[in-house]
């Protein structure tokens, strides 16, 4: 319980600038793959307190579970959880029933082009994400075309949504939602099937 004390306090610290917390939502694909479309992404085991986001069966259409469901939090002073910098979270639930409040980060070897979105315990360290207005759509703005030379300042930024489900294993094999670096082309990994992400809430 003391552990928990603390990373609670850690976490109230750290959210001091995100202090306004979404109702409960579901991540779903929209994806031309049949097998993915309108399937909510869950929480799966990466190791001690991590988890990664992997493909589920569960649809709209079923009944929400914890580890299909998520939360965002957000600024108050930004009045919106749209179009704004949130950070995305999971309540992992430990043995003794209590939630522990685990903020998304991206992981990424840096010989690879893609970055795997983590949730581990506390907000130390977290991958800031926006939702789209227009669509509910999860994405992070591109500022700077780097492109061309010398690099171009976007304004407004660019909407990058350069999210993929691929064969991955970060800790153990899955299917698991990813983040193709850069944004451009197709990832290397031959299984990556290209999805959007969208917030649908229960």
């Known amino acids: 319980m003391k552990t928990v004390s603390i990373l609670s306090a850690l976490f ?7 202090d306004t917390y979404s109702a409960p939502f579901r991540l779903v694909l929209s994806s031309d793959d049949p097998t993915l479309n309108n ?3 869950g929480a799966c085991h990466e190791g001690a307190a991590v988890e990664g986001l992997c493909k589920t069966n569960q649809t709209t259409s079923d ?14 002073n930004s009045g919106s959880t749209y179009d704004t910098p949130s950070i995305l979270y999971y309540n992992l639930t430990i043995s003794s029933g ?3 409040p685990s903020a998304m980060r991206f992981s990424q070897d840096y010989t690879s082009d ?5 949730f581990m315990p506390g907000n130390s360290t977290y991958t800031p994400v926006y939702v789209d207005q227009d669509c509910e759509e999860l994405y992070i703005p591109r500022r700077v075309d780097d492109s061309v030379s010398p690099p171009n300042p976007l304004a407004p930024p660019e909407k ?35 999805v959007q992400v969208r917030r649908v809430f229960t």
Do not use: D, M
């Not at 109230?12 to 995100?18: D, E, K, N, S, W």
């Not at 009944?63 to 108050?76: G, I, K, N, R, V």
């Not at 893609?114 to 983590?118: C, D, K, N, S, T």
């Open 114 to 118: 893609v970055a795997i979105p983590l």
């Open 63 to 76: 009944p929400p579970t914890f580890y299909t469901t998520f939360y965002q939090a957000t600024s108050s």
């Open 160 to 194: 990058v949504k350069s999210w993929y489900v691929c064969l991955t294993k970060e800790a153990y094999e899955y299917y698991t939602l990813v983040w193709h670096v850069g944004g451009r082309g197709s990832p290397a990994n031959p299984s990556c099937e290209e």
């Open 98 to 100: 209590t939630q522990i």
């Open 12 to 18: 109230g610290l750290t959210l001091a600038q995100y």
């Open 39 to 41: 399937t909510a992404l």
